[in-house]
């Protein structure tokens, strides 16, 4: 996992997928997001760091409008996101996520957290959504699983679960919020493996994370945010060994000692 | 001699066996000596907990048992079978009583329609509570028709001979009070609890008002507004029946209770939860439908039998209004002269027939929290 990916394929920066420009967020008073600019390709892999209370989840939280941005202007694989909720409705079914607490549904077993939205959303029959769950199981490695409640499984093994979940949605984008924030230590490489795998497989990733391990191996890209802006963007390598704001090796400094 | 037992016996590190426990902390004497004889504070306790239940039960049995009559005409022919006269129960009142107890002033020929439709809520209620029913699909559409078809076999027409609501008394009056008041309280809670949670502030005000409005307001004077003004309110040439009014009122009442409960179950739900559902593209109500309020109402089951349980017995209230409840005849009954002065007896009966409804509510809630519980 530590050793740079060296074949990543190059990305197309004229065909965004995500294009966001001049976007603003406030909560209330706060001003939580300023003026972002940023254009993501497709199967771009990028990696949002920073402290905390920068301003990296509600980025991407805005990107499948889980919080509305109050200026600017964020398009989405060619819809742009306003108040028109079948737009909303598009780019959510186009933009999987998976969250810090893994948000499974505690009341429905595995197998029923990976049909739910296939039946109800998608309205693909419940047979064929069971298959299509049992297979993205597997490929994450716990499809026997399937029958337990989300409170049987050990957290790396519900993160797991809810990365099947969203794919199951055949999204375009997937968006991560801190994947492994929440994990115990030995469980954070089962879950960044799953990652890797994906990213491999041509998925355009946005991941709020500071595993810098997974950044260097998969990320094309590394932003750093602080304060509500983009600081900094690089490719991996360039923004480990040469950061060029102080903001950035402040950052850099703390959480590589630790 | 090789008299080591297992736990002294040496092992390698891991490969140490798992081994019973010892056996003060297991089986009967681990539990009594545990939960009865831990500390001296727990052994008074239990002595003294031992020693009241030997000095009220047995003079009780005796009482209400062993020396009680069960059959005689009047309170006199009651006492003269007895050793000592008023020295145990005379159960022949309450068997005197039993048809005007259950049925109230139902005229006697139509009685049948009463036992179906109870028979009728029995199988509603194996259905709406036990999902293991044969057929269920089609139970849960008969729980739906359920309660048309028993408004129609208890007030009659369309071909059934038309019953005056004055004539409805006793237990089946509470059950008809209870049970629709409980019934229709559930999803009017359940709306009215969303909408208290609404961003839309119309709809949000509207629903605080009716709650905050109900709950502030006993539920006896809302009684009264429903036997005497309730027609003033209403446009002229409509004329509700009293009972209906008593209905409407109840359920409205139960039914700001309810969206208590749900609105404090709704709270106990992650915002995480919203979340995955809103990210995976799912609407407003599929989400509730599908994931919030399963979780939710779960939750707010404790609260539900509470309020239910709460309903149940206010349905007695309708006395002040001249309905005659079990309470309610329970009282004419003991102004007959032939039986005055069994008052023990009679409101012993009735707090037996409240108390065993509302503790099956009370233990199925537990069932129901058991089956439903899935470890978060």
Known sequence: MNEPNTDKPPIDSTDSIISITGMHKWFGDFHVLKNIDLEVGRSERIVICGPSGSGKSTLIRCINRLEEHQRGKIVVDGTELTNDLKHIEVVRSEVGMVFQQFNLFPHLTILENLTLAQVWVRKIPKAEAEAAAMSYLERVKIPEQSAKYPSQLSGGQQQRVAIARALCMNPKIMLFDEPTSALDPEMIKEVLDVMIELAESGMTMLVVTHEMGFATAVAHRVIFMDGGEIIEQNTPVEFFENPKHDRTKLFLSQILHH | ?376
């Open chain 2, 1 to 376: 001699m090789t008299n080591t037992t297992p736990s002294e016996q040496a092992y390698t590190p891991g490969n140490h066996p798992d081994l019973p426990p010892p056996i003060s902390t297991s089986g009967a004497i681990g539990w009594v000596r545990k939960n009865l004889f831990s500390s001296p504070l727990n052994i008074i306790l239990t002595l003294l907990s031992a020693g009241f239940l030997w000095v009220i039960i047995p003079p009780l049995l005796t009482w209400g048992l062993f020396d009680a009559v069960w059959q005689a005409d009047s309170r006199k022919d009651c006492w003269a079978q007895m050793d000592v006269p008023e020295g145990a129960a005379c159960w022949a009142f309450i068997a005197d009583r039993f048809q005007v107890f259950v049925y109230g002033f139902y005229p006697e020929g139509e009685r049948w329609r009463v036992n179906l439709s109870f028979g009728l809520f029995v199988i509603a209620v194996l259905y709406a509570l036990y999902d293991r029913m044969p057929a269920r699909r089609y139970g849960l559409w008969y729980c739906l028709a359920f309660p048309f078809l028993v408004g129609w076999l208890l007030f009659g027409g369309l071909g059934l001979v038309p019953v005056e609501t004055n004539d409805f008394g006793g237990i089946m009056l509470t059950m008809v009070l209870g049970v629709t008041a409980i019934a229709f309280s559930l999803p009017i809670g359940i709306v009215l609890a969303l909408g208290r949670r609404s961003t839309m502030p119309v709809l949000r005000i509207v629903c605080v008002l009716f709650i905050e409005f109900i709950r502030g307001v006993p539920l006896i004077a809302l009684l009264f507004v429903a036997s005497t003004m309730l027609n003033y309110f209403l446009p002229p040439g409509t004329f509700f029946d009293l009972l209906i009014r008593v209905l409407i009122i109840m359920t409205l009442f139960a039914s700001a209770y309810a969206a208590e409960v749900v609105r404090g179950g709704l709270q106990g739900i992650p915002r995480g939860q919203y979340e995955a559902a809103d990210a995976m593209g799912l609407t407003y109500w599929k989400t509730h439908r599908l994931i919030i309020l399963p979780q939710a109402l779960k939750i707010s089951i404790p609260g539900f039998i509470n309020t239910f349980i709460g309903t149940f017995k206010d349905t007695t209230l309708v006395l002040i209004i001249g309905m005659m409840d079990p309470l309610g005849i329970g009282r004419s009954a003991l102004a007959d002269a032939e039986w005055a002065g069994l008052a023990r007896e009679m409101y012993l009966f009735i707090a037996l027939f409240f108390f065993i409804c509302c503790f099956s509510m009370s233990r199925y809630s537990l069932h129901l929290e058991k089956k439903l519980d899935t470890g978060h």
